[in-house]
């Protein structure tokens, strides 16, 4: 018989400002890393103002990580010092591995009616790949595949496999997964995990309940360990993103956009940056 994960941890998002003066909510990040790991941040950044988001994310360097968003209305412009550039839409993903280094701006521009839905997830990458060759993995929302499951819950599967369909992201250090789930009124989810991996929650819309506490937009539930996690709806629907991941055990040395494993590393890192030698491929 599987295990269910109880809750370990509930936290709510909390507005904060970042890049050159964009609104979001944080949800976790910066203080409790380690209960997270492999993941390392999470920020909600919807929003009706345009004031909110518009001043973006300016150029600006990552090494060691990977950062993912997911946008669910409006477009975010970007652009590295690899010579990459484009446009992330409504349902879109871009998953980057920054890897041994890049410096990129991010600059969101909403839509028609000045909407901007999305989501940055940051993942760690091991010691021995922190240094790995940076690369980009851009898809599109056609490329991500839907199921709905017997009980009416529509999955939209970025990473990972469900029901024996597989998400469009594979090959990454941290085996993740990354899904947009749905579920109708008056039913119970039940979603088989790894054992030992981490696993967590956050509800972007309607309320239920996550192994019996109640949730709702904004919240954040992490499980405890087990082989599988559950939710349940009453009279409302319930849409969360379900995010899982192998930890990885190892020492975290974060300074703003750098994340190492040791200080000398992080040092290392900035003196590079600062001397216009941080970028090693071209």
């Given at each position: ?6 809750v370990k ?7 904060t ?54 946008v669910?209305?409006g477009d ?34 909403g839509a ?17 790949d922190k240094m790995m060759v ?6 599109s929302?056609?490329?991500?595949p ?11 599967i ?10 469009p ?34 509800v ?10 109640e ?10 360990q087990?082989d ?7 009279k409302?629907?319930?849409?969360f993103?379900?995010c ?30 600062h ?8």
């Amino acid at each position: 018989m599987a295990a269910t994960r109880k809750v370990k941890l509930v936290l709510t998002s909390v507005p904060t400002i970042e890049g050159a003066g964009v609104h979001l909510k944080r949800v976790f990040g910066f203080s409790n890393e380690t209960l997270f790991d492999p993941f390392l941040l999470l920020d909600d950044f919807r929003s009706d103002t345009p004031a909110h988001y518009l001043k973006g994310f300016p150029w600006h360097p990552h090494r060691g990580i990977e950062t993912i968003t997911y946008v669910l209305k409006g477009d975010v412009e970007h652009g590295d010092s690899l010579g990459n550039s484009g446009i992330i839409s409504s349902g879109d993903v871009q998953w980057m591995t920054a890897g041994s280094g890049i410096v990129h701006q991010e600059m969101p521009k909403g839509a028609a009616d000045g909407a901007m839905y999305g989501f940055q997830l940051w993942a760690n990458l091991p010691a021995r790949d922190k240094m790995m060759v940076p690369r980009y993995r851009d898809i599109s929302a056609g490329q991500i595949p839907e199921i709905q499951t017997d009980n009416g819950t529509r999955i939209k599967i970025i990473a990972g496999t469900v029901n024996a369909v597989s998400g469009p992201v594979t090959g990454i250090v941290i085996d993740p997964e990354y899904l947009d789930c749905s579920v109708p009124p008056a039913t119970r989810f039940r979603h088989a995990t790894t054992a030992d991996h981490t696993v967590f929650i956050y509800v972007i819309a309607g309320a239920g309940r996550a192994a019996g506490v109640e949730v709702k937009n904004g919240m954040l539930v992490l499980f405890d360990q087990g082989d599988e996690m559950a939710v349940s709806t009453e009279k409302e629907p319930l849409r969360f993103l379900l995010c899982s991941g192998k930890p990885l055990r190892e020492p975290i040395a974060w300074r703003g956009p750098i994340v190492m494993n040791s200080e000398a590393e992080l040092d290392l890192a900035f003196r590079e940056f600062h001397a216009g030698t941080f970028i090693k491929q071209r």
